[in-house]
């Protein structure tokens, strides 16, 4: 007989809360290079709360793989807002702390705060009752998930290529590698990394807004969208700068070939407008930006009322990938999830299972809460380095 898990207890009040950043700093000549830069360590920007009965849970804001010293601040701003309220689920959470702090906390990085908070507490109230947490957003929607490979940093062609064949050697049925800084450069990559596909096997281009710091033409945009859809791409991502909502609508109408975005948007509103204005077909939203699980399956609802896919953006330590998964278990409108396979230490180390991956599918964790722990050893095995982080050059 299947436990009922809507007779469980959500209601919680919330002791304390507190920022933690970390760093895990890659050895000389292991740091992660592509054509944005060095990656010379792998930021996280945690956040802990405490329940009033002394449980304990952890949140990531996803933007803190980039700007972690700014999330430490913003806990504190929250705080007054949090500290002692009773909630009775929660995913009330970050709505709560977006209507008391709505004169300055409207998206972004602050967003991600919120949504850590929300994580965080889910995390904890899933440890006390002894459930994973996707039984507390609605119980689990399937057991396994199709995943795909998540990566493709590099310099050059063929350690983008060298990349490509070890995902395909570890099970994975589609691979997703970055553009290079200019259209005509990314068309010869992509030339030559389809050249070399094992059959079956698919692929995704992101654009990396097309590209990162210095966004393309539209034009070329589409030029370069033209030679994805020609070269059978499974979709093409974010081709364009990430409020560029016209820009991302001519591409769309353009190209013969799923067009993506965006996974650094930090509302609802944002994925709104974007799908309002045609720009996508498939929307990339991420817990730990979009503002918590409930703010994921707005956007994911909203994908499926207007016959898009959406597939979430994962990138992050331990914290953010349980989020995402756990929220897409009990998703129905989800049927993918990206797989970041770059070497990240505080992935591994803050997960407390081995992350159950195999035939190119990741199994549901069955550890209480996300399925994470944070020890004081591992805050100073990984004690915050400022200076590192994912820095676009």
């Not at 002894?130 to 929607?141: C, D, T, Y």
């Amino acid at each position: 007989m299947s436990p009922d898990f809507t007779a469980l207890d959500t209601a919680l009040r919330v002791a304390s809360v507190r920022p933690v950043l970390l760093s895990a700093t890659y050895p000389p000549g292991e740091e992660l290079t592509w054509v944005g830069g060095t990656i010379w360590s792998w930021d996280a920007a945690l956040v802990e709360v405490t329940l009033s009965d002394g449980t304990t849970g952890l949140g990531e804001a996803g933007a803190g793989i980039m700007a972690a010293q700014a999330v430490p601040g913003i806990v504190t701003a929250f705080a007054p807002y949090l500290v002692g309220a009773n909630f009775a689920h929660p995913l009330e959470v970050a709505d709560h702390l977006r209507a008391y702090t709505a004169f300055w906390s409207r998206g972004g990085i602050l967003n991600g705060v919120a949504g850590a908070i929300e994580v965080a507490c889910l995390d904890a109230v899933g440890k006390r009752a002894g459930v994973p947490a996707s039984e507390l957003l609605g119980g689990r929607k399937r057991d396994s998930i199709e995943t795909y490979a998540s990566g493709g940093l590099g310099t050059t062609f063929d350690e983008i290529t060298a990349w490509m064949f070890a995902q395909v050697e570890a099970g994975f049925g589609t691979v997703k590698f970055r553009a290079m800084k200019d259209p005509d450069t990314t068309i010869e990559l992509l030339n030559h990394v389809t050249a070399q596909l094992p059959a079956g096997t698919q692929f995704v281009l992101d654009a990396v807004q097309g590209c990162a710091s210095a966004p393309w033409a539209v034009d070329d945009a589409i030029r370069v969208g033209q030679a994805v859809a020609a070269k059978g791409a499974r979709w093409y991502e974010e081709p364009c700068f990430a409020n560029d909502l016209a820009g991302y609508a001519r591409v769309r109408a353009a190209v013969d070939v799923p067009v993506s975005g965006v996974e650094s948007n930090g509302t609802v509103r944002e994925f709104a407008e974007l799908i309002a204005a045609g720009g996508i077909d498939l929307a990339q939203p991420d817990v730990t930006f979009v503002g918590g699980p409930r703010a994921f399956s707005e956007v994911a609802r909203l994908a499926s009322d207007a016959g898009l896919e959406c597939v979430p953006h994962v990138w992050g330590s331990g914290v953010t990938f349980a989020a995402n998964l756990h929220t897409v278990l009990a998703e129905p409108h989800v049927e993918l999830f990206e797989y970041c396979t770059l070497p990240n230490p505080l992935r591994d180390a803050l997960l407390v299972e081995p992350v159950g991956f195999e035939n190119g599918r990741l199994r549901a964790p069955t550890a209480p809460g996300l399925g994470v722990a944070l020890t004081l050893e591992l805050e100073k095995k990984y004690a915050f380095v400022a200076g590192g982080g994912h820095v676009i050059r």
